[in-house]
C-alpha cells in the first residue's frame, strides 16, 4: 500500500507535466485536465483513509516509503503517514479539488495559473507526508514558490507587495528553522537517523548545551524558540501575523482558499510533528508561553475583524483568531486539547474555505468587498431578497466559523476548552471573550450586507450557478457533518495525538 503516497505526491506533478503538453490556447482543456488530476489526487486520499488503521499510534507501517536519495550526508526519501497528517492530506486534496473549480473564471495567463497550483498541492502534500527533516524542509521551500508568483501575478493591485511580504516573512521563518535542522545533524551524530523525524522525536536533547557568545543556554530550550518562531510565522502568531491580511486581501479567491484553509495549518502541523516530539520538555516548559500567545490571537484577531470594512481582510484576521484556538489546544497538552486543535486545523479549513469562495463568488458579481465603502455609504444591502441560495450557504458558512451548535466549529472549540480549561483557567475564560467576539463581528457583517434596504447595485447580481454551488455544496456538507458526528475524524488522530501527550506527560 505505500504506493498511495507516492501517488498522491507525485500525482500533481504528473498533472504538471501533461500541461506542458497542453497548448496554452486550449484554456478549457487546461481547465479540464487540472480538475480531473486534482479529483484522482482527492479520491486517492479517501483510499488512503478507507485503508489507515486507527488503532496504530505512530506512523501506519504499511504506508512508510524509505529510500536513500542523498546517502553521503544519509538523506533519504521518507514518506509516511499518522493519524495527525491524514486528516490535512484529505482536507489538502479537498480544498485543491474545490478550488480548480472556483478558478474556471481565471483568464489572465491560465496555464501558467494551474501549474503554478498544482506545484503548490504537490509541496503541501510532501510536508504532510516526509518523514525526512531534509525532505521535509525542501517541500516547505518549495511551497513558497507557486505562493509568491500566484500572488504576485494574480492578486490585486498591491499584489507585488503582499507577494514579497509573504515571501520574506516566511523565508526569515524558514532559515531560522534550517539553523535548527544543521544543529540537530550535528548533535545526533551524523548518523543514518540524523534527518529522520520520528528517530529524532523523544527528548534525546534535553541534557545538552550550548555555547553562544560565552554563555551556555539549554539547547532543546534555544532550538525550541527557533523552531516555534519558524512555525509562528506560518501559522501566523502575533506579533508575526502582519503579513496575513495583506496576503489574503490581494491574493486571488482559490489562493486566499488554500493560504487560510491548508498553509496556515502546515504551521501548527509543525509543532505537532516536530516542535513538541523533538523538544518535548522545552515544550512543556514553554506551554504557558504558548497559551498566552495563543490567547492574544483570539482576542487580538477577533478585534481586529471587527474593525474590518473590507470581507475579505474580516475573514483574514477571523482566521487569525481561529488560529489562535489551535493554539490554546496545542498549549493544553492534553488529550482533549490536542484532539480539539487538531479536529480546529480540520474544522477551520473548511469553515474558513467556505467564507473566501463565498467572497469570491460575490466579487465577481460587484468587483468590491466592501462592507462600508470608504465614503462611508453601504457596499451592499438586501442581498437576502435578492441572492437566497448564496445567502443560505452564507449563513451556514458564518454559522461553522461562529462555532453554533450542530455545525464543525462547536466540537472542535468544545474540546479545546475541555482540555485547557483545569490548566489554564483563567487564559479559558478570556478567551471565550474571543468567541463572543467573533458571533458580534460575523453578525454584524451579515446584518450590513445582507437585512435592510437593498442596494441599488445588488438587484443585478446574479445568483449562485451550478459550478459555484458545486464547489459550495460538498463544503456545507463537510460543515454540518462534522459538527453532528465528528467521529470520523476523531477516530483517525486518537492514536496518535494519544501517544504524543504521553510523552508530553513524561516531563
Known amino acids: 500500500m505505500a504506493y498511495l503516497l507516492n501517488w498522491i505526491l507525485w500525482m500533481p506533478v504528473l498533472g504538471i507535466l501533461g500541461l506542458f503538453v497542453i497548448p496554452g490556447q486550449s484554456k478549457g482543456a487546461i481547465r479540464y485536465w487540472s480538475l480531473l488530476n486534482t479529483a484522482i489526487t482527492f479520491v486517492l486520499t479517501i483510499i488512503l483513509y478507507m485503508n489507515f488503521n486507527t488503532e496504530v499510534a505512530g506512523m501506519q507501517s504499511q504506508f512508510d516509503i524509505r529510500i536513500p536519495w542523498i546517502s553521503q550526508f544519509n538523506i533519504y526519501y521518507a514518506l509516511s503517514v499518522d493519524g495527525i497528517s491524514l486528516p490535512m492530506i484529505i482536507l489538502s486534496g479537498l480544498l485543491f479539488f474545490l478550488c480548480i473549480l472556483s478558478s474556471w473564471t481565471i483568464e489572465k495567463a491560465v496555464k501558467s495559473y494551474f501549474i503554478l497550483f498544482l506545484l503548490l498541492e504537490a509541496s503541501v502534500m510532501g510536508v504532510f507526508m516526509a518523514m525526512d527533516f531534509f525532505l521535509f524542509y525542501l517541500f516547505w521551500e518549495i511551497m513558497l514558490i507557486p505562493m509568491f508568483f500566484l500572488i504576485g501575478i494574480w492578486g490585486g493591485e498591491n499584489r507585488e507587495y503582499a507577494a514579497i511580504k509573504f515571501f520574506l516573512y516566511t523565508f526569515f521563518g524558514s532559515i531560522i528553522m534550517l539553523i535548527g535542522i544543521v544543529a540537530l545533524y550535528n548533535l545526533s551524530g551524523k548518523g543514518i537517523d540524523s534527518f529522520n523525524i520520528v528517530a529524532l522525536a523523544g527528548g534525546h536533547f534535553r541534557d545538552l548545551t550550548l555555547n553562544i557568545f560565552g554563555y551556555d543556554l539549554p539547547f532543546n530550550k534555544f532550538f525550541?524558540?527557533?523552531?516555534?518562531?519558524?512555525?509562528?510565522?506560518?501559522?501566523?502568531?502575533?506579533?508575526?501575523?502582519?503579513?496575513?491580511?495583506?496576503?489574503?486581501?490581494?491574493?486571488?479567491?482559490?489562493?486566499?482558499?488554500?493560504?487560510?484553509?491548508?498553509?496556515?495549518?502546515?504551521?501548527?502541523?509543525?509543532?505537532?510533528?516536530?516542535?513538541?516530539?523533538?523538544?518535548?520538555?522545552?515544550?512543556?516548559?514553554?506551554?504557558?508561553?504558548?497559551?498566552?500567545?495563543?490567547?492574544?490571537?483570539?482576542?487580538?484577531?477577533?478585534?481586529?475583524?471587527?474593525?474590518?470594512?473590507?470581507?475579505?481582510?474580516?475573514?483574514?484576521?477571523?482566521?487569525?483568531?481561529?488560529?489562535?484556538?489551535?493554539?490554546?489546544?496545542?498549549?493544553?497538552?492534553?488529550?482533549?486539547?490536542?484532539?480539539?486543535?487538531?479536529?480546529?486545523?480540520?474544522?477551520?479549513?473548511?469553515?474558513?474555505?467556505?467564507?473566501?469562495?463565498?467572497?469570491?463568488?460575490?466579487?465577481?458579481?460587484?468587483?468590491?468587498?466592501?462592507?462600508?465603502?470608504?465614503?462611508?455609504?453601504?457596499?451592499?444591502?438586501?442581498?437576502?431578497?435578492?441572492?437566497?441560495?448564496?445567502?443560505?450557504?452564507?449563513?451556514?458558512?458564518?454559522?461553522?466559523?461562529?462555532?453554533?451548535?450542530?455545525?464543525?466549529?462547536?466540537?472542535?472549540?468544545?474540546?479545546?476548552?475541555?482540555?485547557?480549561?483545569?490548566?489554564?483557567?483563567?487564559?479559558?475564560?478570556?478567551?471565550?471573550?474571543?468567541?463572543?467576539?467573533?458571533?458580534a463581528y460575523l453578525l454584524w457583517m451579515f446584518k450590513r450586507m445582507f437585512f435592510g434596504e437593498v442596494n441599488e447595485a445588488v438587484t443585478g447580481y446574479s445568483d449562485m450557478n451550478w459550478r459555484e454551488l458545486s464547489y459550495m455544496i460538498p463544503l456545507c456538507v463537510a460543515v454540518v457533518v462534522f459538527g453532528i458526528y465528528p467521529a470520523p475524524v476523531l477516530d483517525v488522530m486518537r492514536a496518535s495525538v494519544g501517544k504524543l501527550v504521553v510523552m508530553l506527560s513524561l516531563y
Not at 508575526?240 to 487560510?260: C, D, K, N, R, Y
Not at 483574514?316 to 484556538?325: D, E, K, L, T
Open 224 to 439: 525550541f524558540v527557533a523552531m516555534f518562531i519558524g512555525f509562528a510565522i506560518k501559522v501566523p502568531i502575533f506579533p508575526f501575523h502582519t503579513w496575513l491580511p495583506h496576503a489574503h486581501v490581494q491574493a486571488p479567491t482559490a489562493v486566499s482558499v488554500i493560504l487560510a484553509g491548508v498553509l496556515l495549518k502546515m504551521g501548527t502541523y509543525g509543532f505537532l510533528r516536530i516542535a513538541y516530539p523533538i523538544f518535548p520538555s522545552a515544550s512543556v516548559y514553554f506551554g504557558e508561553a504558548i497559551a498566552w500567545l495563543g490567547l492574544i490571537n483570539v482576542i487580538y484577531g477577533a478585534m481586529c475583524a471587527m474593525a474590518q470594512d473590507d470581507m475579505k481582510k474580516l475573514i483574514a484576521y477571523s482566521s487569525v483568531s481561529h488560529m489562535g484556538f489551535v493554539m490554546l489546544g496545542l498549549a493544553a497538552m492534553t488529550v482533549q486539547g490536542m484532539n480539539g486543535a487538531v479536529l480546529q486545523m480540520f474544522n477551520h479549513g473548511t469553515s474558513t474555505a467556505m467564507m473566501f469562495l463565498l467572497v469570491g463568488i460575490l466579487y465577481e458579481r460587484s468587483h468590491h468587498r466592501w462592507i462600508v465603502k470608504p465614503d462611508g455609504s453601504r457596499g451592499f444591502g438586501g442581498l437576502y431578497t435578492q441572492l437566497p441560495r448564496y445567502s443560505i450557504v452564507f449563513i451556514i458558512a458564518m454559522f461553522a466559523s461562529m462555532g453554533l451548535p450542530g455545525l464543525s466549529g462547536f466540537i472542535s472549540e468544545a474540546l479545546i476548552f475541555l482540555g485547557i480549561y483545569e490548566k489554564f483557567t483563567t487564559i479559558t475564560v478570556m478567551a471565550l471573550f474571543g468567541l463572543l467576539i467573533g458571533a
